[in-house]
């Protein structure tokens, strides 16, 4: 696996951008606005590239579209996580073959995590012939290229060598929401946890530099954003393979102390990694969303070990702590692994003490699935299927009834909340914790910070009324 970091230069950007003219002028020729349709899968990591792949769109004269049909490119950005992801994508790659019979002239192309792997892209390539253009996360920056070869009447295009990972500045981004923005600081991930498939499909840890990503919060702001979410899948790694010697706190505290009326989010963080400077950078300053997500994956210190998380369930415990001691309104999220190969019902019983224990208000809960390459999947796995899916529906009957007893103790709360977006006749708003309320008022008001008082609860959202 190559492991260089590329930066790529604006000559070579300004190559793809000549792609793009071509693209507009193949088009004028036809005398219509072509349209493309592009599906997210996966990550907050994915829906950020799919921004970038639909502001190539744009620039290339694509009006987006809400639908594959008719569509002249569709363009499925795709999850390698478990095997449940794949099989989704897989399911809806092989739909296209109607909407094409349908429209002869429509180009598919699949991207994002699901290419990266060399037997995928080998499938693809034989299965699905109907699939015009595929390229890996590496390639992204390249899609113009892509496209006009496949408009120009070129066979099909594969772009998925293992290439360094590279950082592309200047990729133009249609963006899905004018208030909350994600942010990409860095990508890729160095951590090889032994059952994750993302440091092979998205390549060593690289950081952008401090002030492209400074630049880019404040061109937001100035538009108008009311919420950044810093993306990286270890954001606490941020800035190590930097030369000037910033960590992620301090990046963190920048863009906090630019002027506007925001709030600051990131995720994921590490465990192995989040540390004091983080929490009480974050205590400091009232920009800085009291949020945190902060992945466990195991309450067992044995299965973390095999997991190579690099931390155990003590030292987990004693970084929430902390974290919750500097900042008491501290909204606590995790992710969960049941059934990793070999865990025992002691170990599980590990992990549901170690939730009753934190009390996060919401949890992702996922069971294992074995991933091709990573040294997980060829680790001995006893457990039977229906063991592993009593002991996640158990996980989640726990968790569920926390959420609640939190969402209740939210009830009489008055708490800032962005008002963002609509639902039936309700308006919805986050507040500060990132919890999804339910309130009245009039429309006009989205996009604005207002008081909210609590009135009601369930496990997954609150509702209330304007203070
Ligand atoms: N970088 C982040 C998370 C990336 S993937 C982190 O380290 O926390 C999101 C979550 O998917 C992981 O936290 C993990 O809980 C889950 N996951 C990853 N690989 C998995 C696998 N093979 N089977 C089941 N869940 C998995
Ligand atoms: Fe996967 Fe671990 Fe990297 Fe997260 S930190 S992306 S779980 S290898
Ligand atoms: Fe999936 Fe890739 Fe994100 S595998 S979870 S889309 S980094």
Known sequence: MNTKTTVISEEQLACQFAFCDKINAYWLNEKRTPTAYVETYGCQQNEADSEKIRGYLSQCGYAIVQEAEGADVVVMNTCAIREHAEQRVFGNLGALTHTKKRHPAQKIFICGCMPGQQKVSERIRKSYPHVDGCFSTHHLWQFPEILWKVLNGQKRQFYVEDEAGSIAEGIPQVRDNALKAWVSIMYGCNNFCTYCIVPYVRGRERSREKESILAECRALIENGCKEITLLGQNVNSYGKDLPDGVDFSDLLAEIAALPG??????????PRDAGKKLFDTMAASPKIAKQLHLPFQSGSSRVLKAMNRHYDREKYLETVNYAKSVMPDLVLTSDVIVGFPGETEEEFEETISLIEQVR???????IFSPRTGTPAASMDDPTPKEEKNRRFDRL????????????????????????????????????????????????????????????????????????
């Open 396 to 467: 989640c009957s726990v968790q569920n009834r926390i959420s609640e007893e939190i969402h209740e103790s939210y009830i009489g709360k008055e708490l800032r909340c962005l008002i963002d977006g609509t639902d039936k006749n309700y308006l919805t708003a986050r507040t500060e914790g990132g919890r999804l309320v339910r309130l009245e008022g009039a429309p006009s008001l989205i996009g604005t910070y207002q008081f909210v008082t609590i009135t009601g609860a369930t496990t997954w959202s609150l509702t209330g009324i304007l203070s």
């Open 360 to 366: 996060y208000d919401s949890l992702f809960t996922f």
């Open 261 to 270: 009326d925001f709030l600051v989010r990131f995720m994921t963080s590490h």
